[in-house]
Structure formats: C-alpha cells, structure tokens
C-alpha cells in the first residue's frame, strides 16, 4: 500500500511565524502535490513537483513556498503565516506517466492566530 | 469561473436508494475525469476513473458527456457505508481540478 505521511496532523501557528509543512511518501512516486482545502471551495492546489528540485506554481501559490531536495520528500513553507492561511492542507503524491491516482495523506489542520 | 462545479448536497437517501450526482466542467479540452470519495476528517481516496463510454464498478456507474461537459455517477442500492463526500476531479494539462463535493446520507 502506498503511504503518504505528513509531519503534523494539527498544528497551531502565531501571525507571522514561518511555518513547514513535511510530507513524505513511500512509493517512490514521481510527482508530489499540495492543496488546501476550505468548506465550499474545495481542494485548490498550492505548488506541485514532478521531479526532484523541480517545482511548479499551482492556483494559489501566493504566500506559499515548497522544497524538494529528495525524491520522497516535499515541504510547504508559509514564509510569514497569517489568519487567511488557517486551512487545512493536504499532500498527494502521483506514480508518474501512465497513471493518474493521487494517493493523498491525512492532511495537517492548520490554525494561525 | 470555476474549472468544476458541483451541487454541495446534501442529498439524504434512504438504504436501498439510487442516487446520482452531477459535475460540470468549464474547459473542453479537459483530458481526464474521476470521483473521489472523502469519509468525514478523512483524506480523499480515488473511487474510480470515468471513461468516454462509461464504466461501471459494481453498484457505482460513472458516465462522461464531453458534449455537455459534464461527469455524473450513479449510486444503486445504496449502503449506509456510502455515506461521504464524493469529489469529481478533472485533470488538465499536468494540473488537477477537484470540485468542492457532493455530500451524501445514507439513512437507515
């Protein structure tokens, strides 16, 4: 079974504070995503990796950065947090080509006051 | 406007009953469709793909109107265990849309 973890599954942050979000998994997938999802607006995605140091922009990348220095690892960083950024996030992870599965981890809850 | 749509529900079924969601999607040139399923403080888990000609996995049929540009699935004899959170997800050009969910009960 594929295993995606994610290093905390409730976190509470102050305004302002720099914040990582870790998650790893186990299949070494190609592609590693991360979304938020927000009542009514469902999974919107953040940033995604095809590779290894490799990054792109998703819908909402904005107050958001992501490292990928190892194949199994993807991090989300909140540079300075803030309120709007309360949500809770999610980390997928995709084979690759010729499947389209996303196996998602459990998602870390995220409350910044 | 939104990439997908989908109507929040909830849709309350008594056990036994067929149920059939919607989805719309706004770019014609959408490659790939799926449902997920998402339980309460759960993750969203892949429920099936759905195909051009429509597919069927035991009580869940998935069906695709590219002229429409719309996806639904069907429920048949619905089971309390159904009960969810069911997300119609698109994927374009390496990115994946999900829509904010149809939210299902199941009542015995």
């Known amino acids: 079974d594929v295993k995606v973890t994610q290093s905390s599954r409730y976190l509470v942050k102050r305004t302002g504070e720099k914040v990582f979000l870790e998650c790893v998994q186990d299949m070494d997938h190609e592609n590693m995503f991360w979304y938020r999802q927000d009542p009514g607006l469902g999974l919107r995605l953040i940033y995604f990796s095809y590779d290894v140091k490799m990054k792109e922009k998703g819908d909402i990348p904005e107050g958001y950065s992501v490292s990928r220095e190892k194949k199994e690892r993807f991090s989300l960083i909140l540079e300075s947090a803030s309120t709007n950024q309360t949500s809770m996030y999610l980390c997928?992870?995709?084979?690759?080509?010729?499947?389209?599965?996303?196996?998602f981890g459990p998602g870390t809850r995220l409350t910044v006051t | 406007r939104k990439e997908v749509e989908q109507d929040p529900g909830p849709f309350n079924v008594p056990e036994g009953a067929t149920v059939a969601f919607n989805c719309t999607y706004s770019?014609?040139?959408?490659?790939?469709f799926f449902w997920y399923r998402q339980d309460c403080r759960k993750e969203p888990k892949l429920l099936m793909s759905v195909y051009s000609s429509g597919n069927e996995d035991g009580r869940f049929t998935a069906q695709l109107n590219r002229a429409s540009q719309y996806i639904s699935l069907l429920i048949r004899d619905s089971k309390l265990s159904d009960s969810a959170t069911y997300l119609c997800?698109?994927?374009?050009?390496?990115?994946?849309?999900f829509g904010s969910g149809t939210k299902l009960n199941v009542k015995p």
């Open positions: 997928a992870s995709r084979e690759g080509r010729g499947s389209y599965e996303q196996y």
């Open positions: 997800v698109i994927h374009n050009f390496n990115k994946f849309y």
């Open positions: 770019n014609s040139a959408s490659q790939s």
